[in-house]
């Protein structure tokens, strides 16, 4: 289905599991005669979220179907109100608002995948056309529904050879004999930020924590012998599998914090590296480094140190690193409206290239 919009700039909402906040990002698309696009980010922010809606998000995962259906209304209408104080503060008129929403369920093995923030709530407040629930679309078609990025990559980043994420999970997407291929890799600011949290802090600034500790060799042998890390792409990873399988050692009080960031970064950067050693393709070793982690001075250092001879981490502009996703989102959007393929099968699994979202016009 084709829709027509008022104009081309596209609002692209983003949030993720490391609940930082609600990226926005107001951006435009242009494709050229020979089909290659472009983009430009006319301006974005991160709208941080109070602790009381931090709190509900937390424990959006353990509500029964009536009260997660009252939230999903109550989150969409917080959303349109961000989008309509964005685009107040910048004079902004966009045509199209396209949003992730928030995820607090994603089991794709049991046909799960739940993304908050109603996006007729959205559409309501804002009066402008609505693109939202991308991933069940996916999940239906057998896919993981995850990741949805690297459609993105492959059309507005091919020149990488690799694009990294670092954002409540890492993940990772390339091309593979003509194909993009695409996976999650492991917890990152959802663990790292766990972690800060026992000494009071939202992250842990440039790693500086981390840094002072020291390895927990037992702990690090643990967590990278979880099967997830041994299993081939495609393959996703949500909040659940992270809470079952890092949550009590990460709480443990036997441990210093600082000792448990240490551990958590080396074994991140372990993970990321040894899977990029392993899936080398082609000649381009440039690996376009985005999302919060990017920020994350001793994690980069590890993550360079750990990687193959002539593989290149590349971090780009401070918007490009905070605003990718929030990006990636609103091309989705915008594919979405032109009735173009913006989910790969390659990527997630699923039976065939599709085009995801539900539309409120």
């Given amino acids: 289905m084709e829709l027509t919009v008022q104009n081309d700039l596209v609002i692209g909402l983003m949030s993720g599991s490391s609940l930082d906040g609600l990226d ?13 696009w472009t983009y430009r980010i006319e301006v974005a922010e991160t709208q941080s979220y109070a602790p009381e809606w931090r709190q509900k998000l937390s ?21 349109g109100q961000a989008v309509k104080i964005f685009c107040d503060q910048h004079s902004l008129k966009p ?19 739940i993304q908050i923030g109603s996006g007729d709530e959205i559409r309501k407040n804002c009066g402008i056309p609505v693109v939202c629930n991308f991933r069940y679309q996916d999940v239906l078609l057998g896919g993981q529904g995850a990741p949805l990025v690297p459609i993105g990559d492959e059309l507005l980043f091919s020149r990488f050879g690799y694009c990294l994420n670092l954002g409540g999970f890492s993940n ?7 194909r993009r291929q695409a996976c999650d890799l ?24 981390a840094r002072s500790g020291v390895l927990i060799q037992s702990l690090y042998d643990r967590w990278n012998s979880f099967p997830f890390f041994g299993m081939e792409a495609p393959k996703s990873l949500g909040r659940e599998w992270f809470e079952s399988h890092y949550l009590a050692d990460a709480d443990d009080p036997q441990w210093d914090t600082a000792d448990k960031l240490r551990t ?19 000649k381009n070793d440039e690996i376009l480094v985005t999302g919060g982690g990017a920020h994350n001075r001793f994690l980069m250092e ?19 690193v905070s605003f ?31 085009s995801a979202g539900d539309l409120y016009p």
């Fill in 24 to 36: 926005l990002a107001a951006c435009r698309f242009v494709q050229d005669s020979q089909g290659n």
């Fill in 59 to 79: 424990d959006a995962i353990i509500l029964n179907e009536s009260d997660l259906q009252t939230l999903d209304q109550e989150y969409g209408l917080w959303l």
């Fill in 95 to 113: 045509g199209l608002i396209s949003s992730h929403g928030h995820t607090v369920r994603h089991q794709p093995e049991q046909g799960i995948s």
């Fill in 172 to 178: 990772i997407s390339w091309r593979n004999q003509g």
């Fill in 186 to 209: 492991s917890p990152c600011n959802i663990l790292l930020n766990r972690l800060a949290a026992e000494r009071g802090l939202e992250y842990d600034e440039s790693g500086e924590l």
């Fill in 264 to 282: 958590a970064t080396e074994h991140i950067a372990f993970q990321m590296a040894s899977f990029i050693n392993s899936h080398r393709v082609g």
């Fill in 302 to 320: 590890r993550f360079a140190a750990l990687l193959g001879p002539g593989l290149v981490p590349l971090i780009p502009d401070a918007l490009l």
């Fill in 324 to 354: 990718k996703e929030a990006l990636i989102f609103a091309f989705l959007g915008w594919l979405k409206i032109r009735g173009e393929v913006n989910v790969l099968a390659s990527v997630t699994g699923a039976s065939h290239d599709h």
